[in-house]
């Protein structure tokens, strides 16, 4: 019965959480900003899909900031926004949900990919909070 | 992966330090974030492994070479190819840990619309494929829109031990 509702009850873990990177990228092609994100101490966060929105094409360069360890070949190599994530309606599925434990900091460096105004950008790590 | 949690650090995938209480990745487990199963990777296909970057083609340049190399710390299962481009192009592939082509001749090269998606829709693979730690997986590359073309060229998949 438990598994048909979206939110779990009150004090338990959500069964839909969503953690928004959402940076200002400057105005100018190259232009880089990183954003660190702290999730929550209060649940582990098991990511299984990646949505995104934007002003301007960007690249994005992903790394767990907390034991150092990347998620792409080199921070001369970001990816490119298309080829990561898509809207809510068709998001990118990791091939495997990820278990993030509590507490860590993922940092992501966002930069332009073409000249413009300040790009707002909003990229989401779906998933939901579990407890072990 | 047997479903049971690590005794070590509980699955966490971290410990804290004896000496000095800050966390550190679990010596015992493999568990995401302390270890590479499981872990999400993209490798981009470019001229130089050694310094990934996006490669652009000139006009109608044909048979650039360009390739994917695999960390040494984990194999590589492969789900989905993803790629964005600014103009259409052909390409041939080939693995180089098993001299194994991917389409049956370099005179006949696949074009990006027949093989290549998007993260929205990307091009699943029929089988996940495993491509060995440190192997290489060698692109040929040629513009056939007449005009200059940067190619992101991805193999998205997870790392696996």
């Known amino acids: ?132 | 992966m047997n479903g049971q949690p690590c005794t070590t650090c509980g699955g966490r995938g971290a410990v804290a330090n004896a000496a000095t209480g800050s966390p550190e990745p679990c010596p015992n487990c493999e568990s995401y974030l302390s270890g590479t199963v499981g872990l999400p990777f993209w490798y981009l296909f470019s001229q130089n492994p050694a310094n990934p970057a996006a490669f652009a083609l000139t006009a109608l340049q044909a048979n650039v070479g360009a390739s994917v190399q695999i960390d040494n710390d984990s194999d590589f299962l492969c789900d989905r190819i993803i790629g964005s481009r600014t103009g259409a192009y052909n390409a041939y592939l080939k693995d180089n840990f098993s001299a194994r082509l991917l389409s049956p001749s370099q005179n006949v090269p696949i074009a990006d619309v027949n093989f290549v998606g998007t993260a929205q829709l990307p091009y699943w693979l029929p089988k996940p494929w495993l491509i060995k730690r440190t192997s290489t997986v060698q692109g040929f590359f040629t513009d056939t829109s007449g005009a200059g073309n940067t190619i992101q060229l991805i193999l998205a998949g997870y790392k696996v031990t």
Do not use: C
Not at chain 1, 38 to 57: A, M, Q, V
Not at chain 1, 69 to 75: D, F, K, Q
């Open chain 1, 1 to 132: 019965m438990g598994s048909a509702y979206a939110l779990a009850p009150p004090n338990a873990a959500p069964k839909l959480y969503i953690y928004p990177m959402n940076p200002v990228i400057p105005t100018g092609a190259a232009s880089v900003i990183i954003f660190d994100l702290l999730l929550d101490s209060d649940y582990d966060f098991l990511w299984d899909r990646i949505t995104e929105s934007h002003n301007l094409p960007y690249s994005i360069y992903l790394q767990d900031a907390t034991r150092g360890r990347t998620l792409m070949g080199s921070p001369a190599a970001p990816i490119f926004n298309e080829n990561i994530a898509g809207p809510g309606r068709l998001p990118y599925w990791l091939p495997k949900p990820v278990l993030i434990p509590r507490g860590t900091i993922l940092s992501g460096t966002f930069s332009n990919r073409v000249a413009g105004g300040a790009n707002t950008v909003v990229f989401s790590l779906v998933g939901k909070k579990v407890s072990r």
